[in-house]
C-alpha cells in the first residue's frame, strides 16, 4: 500500500497542537491562517474556496472539521478521528469527497455557514474577506486579527 503524505493543512494543525503556550491551540486553525500559512510556505490558494476545496480532497487517517471554536468566536478548521466524526456528527452537515475517501462535517455550532458547500464556502469567503485582504492571518483575542508574528512564521516554517 502506497503511503500518502500528509496535507500542509493537516500538518499545520498538529503543529500547533504541539506547540507550547501560547501558540498552543486546543481546536483547529481559523480560515485565514491557513490561507496565509500557504502563503508563507510559498503555496498560496486564490481563494477560500481553494482551501476548502483542498481540504475536501485530502486523503488522511481523520475527517476534517469546520466548527466555530467557543473560545475565540470564529470558524477553525480541526481534525477528528473517524469513529467519532461517525458517532458524534453523523446528524450533522456534510460533504463527501468526489473519491468518496474524505468528508468534511460542518459542525451544528456553524449551521448558520449553509448546508450546501457553496454556501458554506461563500460564507467564510464573505466572513474573512476583510482579514485575508489585509494579510492579518492571525487572531488574538486583545487585538483581533493581526500578522503573523516571528514564532508563529517558525512554527508554519517548520512544517516543511
Not at 7 to 15: F, G, R
Not at 67 to 92: A, D, S
Not at 99 to 121: A, D, H, M, Q, Y
Request: aromatic content about 12%; proline content about 6%.
Amino acid at each position: 500500500m502506497k503511503h500518502i503524505e500528509n496535507p500542509d493543512w493537516y500538518k499545520l494543525i498538529k503543529a500547533f497542537k504541539a506547540a507550547e503556550p501560547p501558540y498552543k491551540i486546543s481546536t483547529g486553525l481559523t480560515i485565514p491562517f491557513l490561507i496565509g500559512a500557504y502563503e508563507l510556505l510559498g503555496s498560496p490558494f486564490r481563494s477560500v474556496e481553494d482551501l476548502i476545496l483542498t481540504i475536501l480532497n485530502s486523503e488522511i487517517d481523520k475527517f476534517p472539521v469546520i466548527q466555530k471554536c467557543h473560545y475565540i468566536q470564529k470558524h477553525v478548521l480541526m481534525v477528528e478521528g473517524k469513529e467519532i466524526c461517525n458517532k458524534t456528527y453523523r446528524k450533522e452537515v456534510k460533504f463527501e469527497s468526489p473519491t468518496g475517501r474524505n468528508i468534511l462535517f460542518i459542525s451544528s455550532n456553524s449551521i448558520l455557514l449553509g448546508k450546501e458547500l457553496p454556501k458554506v464556502i461563500w460564507n467564510l469567503s464573505t466572513e474573512y474577506s476583510d482579514p485575508i485582504r489585509k494579510c492579518e492571518y492571525s487572531w488574538s483575542n486583545a487585538k483581533g486579527w493581526k500578522s503573523f508574528d516571528e514564532k508563529e512564521k517558525e512554527i508554519i516554517k517548520s512544517i516543511k
